[in-house]
């Protein structure tokens, strides 16, 4: 009998165990879920801004033709336009030469690369940038060059076939990543004759790295030009790359050479192939269409077969995303591998990433709202003709998708925007919930204020391209001639006396130029620190 009961006792114990086994399986599966929602959450904010920061892209090419044609009328302000609006002609010189006469010292230390380049100056090319190396101006310039001969042979379309001996790998975009790339190569190989790659564009821009991206791309290119393919992406593009980063990064990192760095550079771009087609069954390219491009093709293609692959992990914040490749056998069967290439978050528990992704989405979209809040009120208070300060969320939530125009699921994100009550009413004149503030100068009025941060990512592309020696100071007259030509181009009826007010009290050392960064400080956007969810 003891004995007996002794089990029944054991078993007892087991169901329970089993039982809270399960419950806190359950638990942390719905916790996991939880998580994983509040992340996607946050991409989907990013994704949807950086799709409309693409779209004002458009805008400021649109600016850009507005100078030129303003300046063309009148030959002084020609003269002292910045490059970008009054290109110089084409130098007379020889492009290998001038290359030819810039000195190596002997002070330099980093790889020294001879021509034609072979597999193993690449290898030691690539172990110079995990040790953090600059290649020398001389030789980026060397690589340019050559890889603008070889790509000027090529099509337009490049195509090639699938063998059962010759795997074909398909990366997406960089971005400037140098780790991703790297750890690709690790999981991967390094590309040979036998270890096909395509690069479907983005290499550069936003990540720090893409001088070094570009350099290791461009000389396996060299090496095996039949076997590494490169597609050109939206942001191989000079104006693109004012924006997102890559020319300050040249600039910074070759101050003596950028320029011609820069010159070049734009050369390749044109050169580069728009598209690989597989076995004639697989096109591979960036992305879009043309205004001639034939409807019949698109109304004919299986949609559900488009696969898009992005190979920079970490995009929008540390521990943001995953990257990804996918390999191609001779059959067009496509098997994908991911990864992540994550140095700061990994100390971090997985609560605390999400967070630091989620903050860090709020905090852009916190920008935007502030940059429209007076259109915001505006069209708050079309849904409240009695002027109670208050309204309902569905009224709220389709007011501000009238305004930003980012196809969000506001409902759901306004209780981290906004202020409510209980009956399910929002106060909007009660200001934001946990956004952004800004901080300006007094002269500034709330309108002009507005402007700066609506416009700050243009403005700054602006700024750089006056400052041709990326020194981070323009003079007072360059930026009043900026912020009016500016204004004058996006009808922005700002007084000029209001702008000079601005622009003096900016100059804080009363030198008579202005540094950008005080310019952000003076304008810009003060994140709240706050650890709340």
């Not at 100056?121 to 050559?146: G, M, P, S, T, W």
């Not at 992406?233 to 790359?241: A, I, Q, S, V």
């Not at 990192?253 to 597989?278: D, M, N, R």
């Not at 943001?320 to 390999?327: E, I, V």
């Amino acid at each position: 009998m003891g004995c007996s009961h002794s089990v029944h006792n054991e078993t007892k114990k087991s169901e329970k165990a089993m039982k809270a086994a399960v419950l806190i399986q359950n638990w942390y599966r719905c916790y996991k879920a939880r998580l994983e929602l509040r992340r996607r959450q946050a991409l989907n904010i990013f994704e949807n801004i950086e799709y409309a920061d693409e779209q004002d892209q458009m805008q400021l090419a649109k600016f850009f033709t507005f100078m030129l044609e303003h300046y063309v009328k009148n030959k002084s302000s020609a003269d002292n336009l910045p490059k970008i609006f009054n290109p110089e002609p084409k130098q007379k010189s020889d492009q290998e030469t001038i290359i030819s006469l810039i000195e190596v010292p002997d002070t330099y230390y980093g790889p020294r690369l001879k021509f034609p380049l072979t597999f193993a100056d690449v290898v030691l090319l690539i172990d110079a940038f995990k040790e953090n190396q600059i290649l020398h101006a001389r030789y980026v310039l060397e690589v340019l060059l050559e890889a603008k001969k070889i790509l000027q042979q090529m099509p337009n379309i490049i195509h090639i076939s699938s063998t059962v001996s010759k795997e074909l790998t398909i990366c997406g975009d960089i971005h400037g990543k140098l780790d991703d790339l790297f750890l690709i190569f690790y999981k991967n190989g390094l590309p040979s004759g036998n270890n096909r790659y395509v690069f479907n564009g983005d290499f550069v821009d936003r990540g720090q790295n893409s001088m070094e991206v570009l350099m290791v791309l461009f000389s396996f290119l060299l090496v095996y030009p039949n076997d590494i393919y490169l597609n050109r992406g939206n942001h191989e593009d000079y104006l693109m790359n004012m924006r997102y980063g890559f020319t300050r990064e040249i600039m910074q990192k070759y101050k003596q050479h950028g320029a011609k760095i820069l010159h070049l550079l734009e050369e390749v771009y044109t050169w580069l192939p728009i598209g690989t087609l597989i076995d004639k069954k697989v096109l591979v390219i960036h992305g879009g269409i043309a205004d001639n491009t034939d409807l019949n093709v698109l109304e004919q293609m299986k949609r559900n077969r488009i696969i898009t692959v992005f190979s920079a992990s970490n995009y929008y914040e540390e521990g943001s995303n995953r990257g990804a490749y996918l390999k191609l056998s001779h059959d067009t069967t496509p098997r994908f591998f991911q990864y992540q290439s994550s140095q700061i978050t990994q100390a971090k528990t997985l609560h605390e990433r999400v967070d630091i992704v989620e903050n860090a989405a709020f905090r852009i979209l916190g920008e935007r709202m502030i940059s429209r809040k007076t259109n915001l009120i505006q069209a708050f208070q079309k849904y409240d003709p009695n002027d109670t300060g208050k309204i309902s969320l569905s009224d709220w939530a389709k007011a501000t998708e009238e305004v930003l125009e980012l196809h969000l699921p506001w409902m759901s994100l306004c209780p981290r925007l906004v202020k409510t009550i209980e009956d399910g009413y929002v106060l909007y004149n009660m200001g934001f919930k946990d956004l952004p503030v800004v901080r300006a100068p007094k002269v500034a009025k709330a309108g002009m204020v507005e402007t700066l941060v609506r416009y700050r990512s243009d403005l700054k592309i602006i700024f750089n391209i006056i400052d041709k020696d990326q020194s981070g100071l323009i003079s007072m007259d360059e930026f009043r001639a900026m912020w009016k030509l500016f204004c004058s181009h996006y009808n922005i009826d700002i007084e000029e006396s209001h702008v000079d007010q601005v622009a003096y009290s900016m100059d804080l050392n009363k030198d008579g130029s202005i540094d950008f960064n005080e310019f952000l400080t003076a304008f810009d956007v003060v994140h709240r620190a706050t650890n709340k969810l």
